[in-house]
T-cell receptor, first 112, second 114 residues
Framework: KAGVTQTPRYLIKTRGQQVTLSCSPISGHRSVSWYQQTPGQGLQFLFEYFSETQRNKGNFPGRFSGRQFSNSRSEMNVSTLELGDSALYLC???????????FGSGTRLTVV | ELKVEQNPLFLSMQEGKNYTIYCNYSTTSDRLYWYRQDPGKSLESLFVLLSNGAVKQEGRLMASLDTKARLSTLHITAAVHDLSATYFCAVITEQGGSQGNLIFGKGTKLSVKP
């Protein structure tokens, strides 16, 4: 059974650019959540999608957005990148009514 | 607002010793999770604790949950170097009665030395 797949694994972007990250959940999982991990702030929730609808949102500026497709794959987009957006971005998937969250390997974003 | 506090944040242990990591949370939650993270890697699920008094064990790690005290512990028995990692606890929020998101503690960086 394939796990949660995140692409790309590493990204280097320049301030002001935008970036799109992708997450393919475990087959059958319809919920995808995104988290940002930084040394200073730790692991923080960005948003959650379920059946193509954003169900839950964390406290991040509007530059952070996401979407989910009919096959449950999700993308998150960060526009007008800032140095502080450098982080490990993790997505997690879970199935409806399930308890376990399975995390992907993450995308390491560096903004220079 | 749900807050999760772990202590200690740093733990240096000798091989063969026992120790406990504590995780306190501020409001009622249905579930508590423990994850392990190796440097540069993702989060590996260790335990999901679903009810008061729940205890789960895997190898040298044992986790327990006291929902009345809002406290979970991760006990390490006879530590070995391979257990060196950062350990996170997380609780689930509720959103209008449905499943919310995970709120993580800051993590406990464990270093096991010979």
């Amino acid at each position: 059974k394939a796990g949660v797949t995140q692409t790309p694994r590493y990204l280097i972007k320049t301030r002001g650019q935008q970036v799109t990250l992708s997450c393919s959940p475990i087959s059958g999982h319809r919920s995808v959540s995104w988290y940002q991990q930084t040394p200073g702030q730790g692991l923080q929730f960005l948003f959650e999608y379920f059946s193509e609808t954003q169900r839950n949102k964390g406290n991040f500026p509007g530059r952070f957005s996401g979407r989910q497709f009919s096959n449950s794959r999700s993308e998150m987009n960060v526009s007008t990148l800032e140095l502080g957006d450098s982080a490990l971005y993790l997505c997690a998937s879970t199935w409806t009514g399930g308890y376990g969250y399975t995390f992907g390997s993450g995308t390491r974003l560096t903004v220079v | 607002e749900l807050k999760v506090e772990q202590n200690p944040l740093f733990l240096s242990m000798q091989e063969g010793k026992n120790y406990t990591i504590y995780c306190n949370y501020s409001t009622t939650s249905d579930r508590l999770y423990w994850y392990r993270q190796d440097p540069g890697k993702s989060l590996e699920s260790l335990f999901v604790l679903l009810s008061n008094g729940a205890v789960k064990q895997e190898g040298r790690l044992m986790a327990s949950l006291d929902t009345k005290a809002r406290l979970s512990t991760l006990h390490i028995t006879a530590a070995v170097h391979d257990l060196s990692a950062t350990y996170f606890c997380a609780v689930i929020t509720e959103q209008g009665g449905s499943q919310g998101n995970l709120i993580f503690g800051k993590g406990t960086k464990l270093s096991v030395k010979p």
